[in-house]
DNA sequence: TTGACTAAACCGACTAGTCAGTCTAAACTT
DNA sequence: AAGTTTAGACTGACTAGTCGGTTTAGTCAA
């Protein structure tokens, strides 16, 4: 068995060729001359392209989920201040995640009709990524009296917030737009400040 | 000159297929079946696919705004509750229009890598749906002190909350997503009545 | 006559997916 | 230790079909 398998070479090459070109524009063909592979090792490790996408798009989750993990905005007592600073990594992070768009993004415009299996695996992700920021926001709302949404509501306003920043970002060919938009949430936390 | 161009056939065709499976899931052999035209029509109206998509999304565009104009928001004297209004008003329209998702949304995703030129007009045609908006919002943060955000910055928060929404609703294939987003921003305006 | 249009053949490039067969390394037998 | 078997990683030519776009020959109404 060689150290690295025509698997992962695979994977590799396939989450940065999904996430710059998206996953109709790019082909099994671009995917294996990119990983030096075969045609062969191609379907011999994964049963077709779909599922290649949903083994992709569970990696690049998971890829996201630990660079936004890896702040400092733990350690905070205030709920409130703890969700400010978490927004604040989001935006320091959006270059190096968000410049060509958001895979969870693209594959739900490219995949989401006519492959359920696919969207189903999204319609999960996305319940995962909502579940982790009502944690985020449950005792913010807990210790804020006069905040209008509850968790679960300002859960799900921050995804779709940060799934249109994306989108617009990419419109725009300016991840500028991006942060602009994640910043302008955050200042309506910061607004919600005690003074 | 028949009552209705292969043109016109084509367009409308084509707007219905690229909303309903995407641009790059639409065939042109498709769209000239759907409108009962043939291939040699369709390159004497239109120069390439490419060209067809930059006119589609121009009028889908038009369509989106008129619908979302024709509410009975415009008359209220105080400009928060008219814009409370108008998004209640996009709530209610929000089956009609995005059920299938937004055909802005998803040429963004389709083209915008690889096609200048679409994204060029699609970069405009945001701009111009952003600048309606500030309009709605500009008359409010004057007549609010206490709000957090600017009119620019609402407008685009908002827009990326419709677009965030929109795309959430795809994943989860319920368009009450799509409605719960948008509601979420309503109720974050409404707290901002006076009391 | 002109311009909108039809019908269908045609093009080369590209698509996802298949298949018979090769190679290697470990397991088993003698 | 030497020879045999076997599993599965891997190969790349191949299939059948689709893509956007072109071309040709001809229709039809103003």
Redesign the interface.
Same mark, same amino acid.
Request: net charge positive; glycine share 8%; with cysteine.
């Given at each position: 068995m060689p150290r690295v398998t025509a698997k992962e070479k695979i994977l590799d090459s396939a989450l940065r060729l999904f996430q710059?070109?998206?996953y109709?524009?790019t082909s099994v063909d671009e995917i294996i001359a990119d990983a030096g592979v075969s045609k062969g090792s191609f379907y011999h490790a994964f049963k077709s392209k779909e599922m290649l996408g949903i083994e992709a798009i569970e990696h690049y989750l998971a890829h996201v989920i630990s660079v936004l993990r890896d702040g400092d905005y733990h350690q905070g007592d205030d709920p409130l201040e703890r969700v400010i600073a978490y927004i604040r990594h989001s935006e320091s992070k959006a270059d190096e995640l968000w410049c060509d768009?958001c895979m969870?993004?693209?594959f739900?415009?490219?995949l989401?009709?006519?492959h359920p299996s696919v $969207?189903s695996k /999204?319609?999960q992700l996305?319940t995962e990524m909502e579940s982790q920021l009502v944690a985020l926001f449950e005792p913010m709302v807990a210790d804020i009296d006069?905040c209008?949404?509850n968790a679960k509501?300002?859960a $799900?306003?921050y /995804?779709?917030?940060?799934?249109?920043?994306i989108?617009?970002g990419?419109?725009?060919?300016d991840i500028a737009?991006t942060k602009?938009?994640i910043s302008?949430?955050r200042?309506?936390m910061?607004?919600l400040r005690p003074h």
């Open positions: 710059q070109d998206g109709l524009s768009g969870m993004g693209n739900t415009t490219d989401a009709r006519h $969207r /999204l319609k996305f006069c209008a949404l509501q300002l $799900r306003q /995804l779709s917030i940060i799934q249109g920043a989108l617009l990419q419109a725009h060919k737009v602009d938009c302008s949430f200042q309506l910061e607004s």
